[in-house]
């Protein structure tokens, strides 16, 4: 066994060293947009003749290296842009920088080229669970009040789950809401929607890219165990100064972008400055030109964004960025009055080094809070406050790519607020969190591996957890690849609602911690721990039917090992000896008298989805079945966001000589969503004197007995929105567009909101016809 192991030393010491003694050299360089100067991501860059090669990242960055010494020819494609080739020459343990400026292409490239650069993007990435978006993408939806977003196509996205046009609520593959984690620019977002469910805080225009991940994330994500959103915004204009002013019947944006530091014949380097607005006056033009609307649309939201870049040029530069989002809602269908705030401030950097690594690191400040007065003196109240600091070292070792890092996490909690037994709970709480992580992307002509850990250390619970993942794909042939993914996943916050509420119009942050008074025990096994916990597992498989048309489906798992949820059976006082001394005749279960309570949940589900691309047409059909359950110390139950079925439909249509038109259409159906059936009615008395109180002289008040525990299903949601757009071009830089748009078509009746005491039922929109005008200069 010794010779054997002997054996296997020497030869891999002198492999390694026949390999390390070739000559060999690395490319290296950045894509530029030449019209403009923005980074070019995800464009392939190759050795032609080789199996050399690589993709841009976000900042347009690539690095080739282990390549033998040699002269090769370099090319760059991408959709969108001309081709580009270049002789380069590789020498022994030499770096070859380079930046390439790609010209827009002329006309628009044949579907051949475009399908071709779509193919080698699925079979050189994993992509298990998550959806790469771009702004030009997300436009291809139906304008809805003349401006496309984030928030309207992430609804039609497989495995998510949306409240409706009202409530900007969205849970993911059986996910809530609080387990979702948004990124802007590597900082926390803890509100990404508004309240008018057709809206994001993100300006549409200025994404560069958005990676929405719907389960079995990597390694150097972490805090949440259901999805992760992370959304980076692109840099300013590095030639002109440019922008858009759009205006319409729901709202208005402004886009202001250009060079502070142009780039010279004797330096590279560039300062760019990036600003948006963006307001809603619904509450305003509604009463005008939407008077049909019971209740009218009383949402308004301002959203202000700014960013500063230097870059020099190389690939290396650093951002400093800000935000304010403000949202409010003034007495809705005389519901509630519900407002919340966001704001921030960061800064992120890319330090290319003059070895095969670069260096990345992001800090971050932001605070949310939210309140909800609904008029019966019980008002709610949430805020957070934290810091979220990362350092990220990627290496590149020929086509592998090891990538490890520390993220620091500081948090702020407060929440108060009534459960359904009229009992006040408050908790103000800080936390802070350290995590360690690495991954390493291995790619074969057949395989890609990405496998990576994550260390968690939630310091103010003195509890570890580590957390194992992975992701891989086999290209089994040049049409057919299978996936999957999965891991450990954990995170401290939680949120509390109230379960009779037929649609909740809140939700707001709580930290697990020791001060919750979680029971001692659940199911008969001890509780020794508050961090919540999940396990994913994800298989999927894509096949290109043609070169036009591809499919994708994915089976999905999530484990949730435990969970914390406010206890909706706590009726006794955890501190009246009464009832927490196992010795008296009173004695009462911890589940009955303590205010969290610990649960355990499995959400289980199959996405699928067909693609047709084909220049001017582009075609895109969903359907999701999902189930999700929880189970707590009395019984099994399907949580309010269960939903069996899911299916969206898509198309757009660009035609004219210059593409100047463009129509589009979506269909959403939904099945309808747990919730409490109504029991029946009773007089509540509450005997405030004990004993002596005079019950036949007492006036009561209106108490309601809830039947079994989300037994109901609410209808049905579907809805079709349509839209059409014309470009004016006005000049070299000035393009003008007009939008008509409209939503539920034909008026469907999906339901808000249902009062339980007065049988009163809201509606979510009817029939919205939107109309504007986008003017980029």
């Not at 959103?229 to 729901?250: E, P, S």
């Not at 607020?417 to 009992?423: G, L, P, W």
Request: hydrophobic residues 35%; proline residues 2%; contains cysteine.
């Amino acid at each position: 066994m010794k010779r054997l192991l002997y054996i296997a030393l020497f030869f891999s010491f002198h492999f390694s060293f026949f390999i390390s003694a070739q000559a060999q050299g690395t490319v290296k360089g950045v894509l530029f947009d030449e019209s403009n100067g923005e980074a070019v991501p995800f464009a392939n860059v190759i050795l032609d003749g080789t199996a050399y090669g690589c993709a841009t990242d976000l900042n347009g960055f690539f690095l080739i290296n282990k390549v033998p010494a040699g002269d090769y020819t370099l090319r760059v494609r991408f959709m969108g842009y001309e081709e580009y080739s270049q002789t380069v020459t590789i020498a022994d343990r030499r770096i070859v920088t380079l930046t390439i400026h790609l010209k827009p292409a002329a006309q628009m490239l044949k579907a051949v080229e475009i399908t071709d650069s779509k193919a080698e993007e699925r079979r050189i990435q994993t992509q298990v669970s998550v959806e790469k978006l771009t702004a030009s993408q997300i436009q291809q939806m139906p304008s809805i009040g003349g401006t496309a977003d984030i928030a309207q196509y992430m609804q039609v996205l497989p495995g998510v789950n949306s409240t409706g046009d009202q409530g900007g609520q969205l849970y993911i593959r059986g996910g809530s809401m609080i387990q979702n984690l948004c990124l802007l620019d590597g900082m926390i977002v803890y509100n990404p929607f508004h309240s008018i469910g057709l809206y994001s805080i993100f300006e549409t225009d200025v994404i560069l890219n958005a990676d929405i991940y719907t389960g079995g994330f990597g390694a150097e994500y972490g805090g949440r165990m259901s999805s992760v959103m992370d959304i980076t915004t692109r840099d300013g204009n590095k030639r002109h100064h440019t922008g858009k002013i759009g205006i319409n019947t729901f709202g208005a944006n402004l886009i202001l972008e250009g060079p502070i530091k142009k780039e010279t014949s004797t330096s590279k380097s560039t300062v760019t400055y990036l600003l948006t607005a963006k307001n809603s006056y619904l509450s305003k033009t509604s009463e005008l030109l939407y008077s049909h609307v019971n209740g009218g649309l009383p949402f308004d939201f301002l959203d202000l964004y700014g960013k500063i870049t230097a870059n020099s040029g190389t690939g290396s530069k650093i951002s400093l960025f800000g935000f304010h989002f403000d949202d409010s809602v003034s007495n809705y269908q005389s519901i509630a009055d519900y407002h919340w705030r966001n704001y921030g401030l960061g800064t992120n950097f890319m330090l290319v080094t003059g070895s095969s690594a670069i260096l990345e690191g992001t800090v971050a400040y932001s605070n949310y809070h939210i309140t909800l007065d609904d008029g019966s003196g019980k008002d709610k109240y949430s805020s957070i406050s934290g810091f979220n600091t990362t350092l990220q070292v990627t290496n590149f070792i020929g086509a592998n790519r090891l990538r490890y890092g520390l993220t620091i996490e500081g948090y702020n909690t407060d929440y108060r607020f009534y459960n359904n037994y009229s009992k006040w709970i408050s908790q103000h709480v800080p936390s802070t969190n350290l995590s360690l992580y690495a991954t390493y992307k291995f790619t074969s002509d057949k395989w890609l591996l990405d496998p990576g850990v994550r260390l968690v250390y939630y310091a103010t619970l003195a509890s570890t957890q580590l957390e194992p993942r992975i992701a891989a794909k086999y290209n089994a042939t040049d049409k057919l690849r299978f996936k999957m993914a999965g891991g450990f996943y954990s995170q401290i916050f939680l949120d509390a609602r109230s379960d009779n509420d037929i649609v909740n119009l809140f939700s707001g942050f709580l930290t697990g911690s020791a001060d919750l008074g979680l029971p001692s025990t659940f199911l008969g096994n001890e509780v020794t721990s508050c961090v919540q916990k999940a396990k994913h597992l994800i298989v999927g498989a894509e096949y290109d039917l043609t070169d036009l048309i591809t499919f994708n489906a994915e089976v999905y798992l999530k484990y949730f090992d435990q969970l914390l949820n406010a206890n909706r059976n706590n009726i006794y006082s955890d501190l009246d000896n009464d009832y927490n001394n196992p010795s008296s005749r009173y004695y009462q279960p911890e589940y009955l008298r303590k205010d969290y309570i610990i649960e355990e949940g499995l959400a289980t589900g199959f996405d699928v989805s067909a693609t047709f691309d084909l220049d001017r047409l582009y075609l895109w059909a969903t359907y999701s079945l999902g189930y999700v359950q929880r189970t707590d110390e009395l019984q099994t139950y399907n949580p309010h966001y269960d939903r069996r079925h899911t299916v969206n439909l898509l198309a757009t249509y660009t035609f004219g000589s210059n593409n100047d038109w463009e129509v589009s259409g979506r269909w959403t159906f939904g099945s309808g969503f747990p919730f409490t059936q109504t029991q029946g009615f009773y007089q509540q008395l509450m005997f405030n004197d004990g004993i002596v109180n005079d019950y036949t002289r007492e006036n009561g008040t209106y108490g309601i007995h809830y039947a079994e525990l989300y037994k109901g299903r609410l209808p049905a949601y579907h809805r079709l929105d349509l839209g059409i757009k014309r470009k004016f071009s006005l000049g070299t830089r000035s393009i003008l567009e007009l939008n008509l748009s409209a939503t539920n078509i034909y008026s469907r009746e999906n339901i808000f909101y249902f009062n339980r005491v007065t049988f009163e039922r809201v509606n979510q929109l009817p029939i919205l016809v939107s109309f504007g005008a986008n003017f980029r200069f």
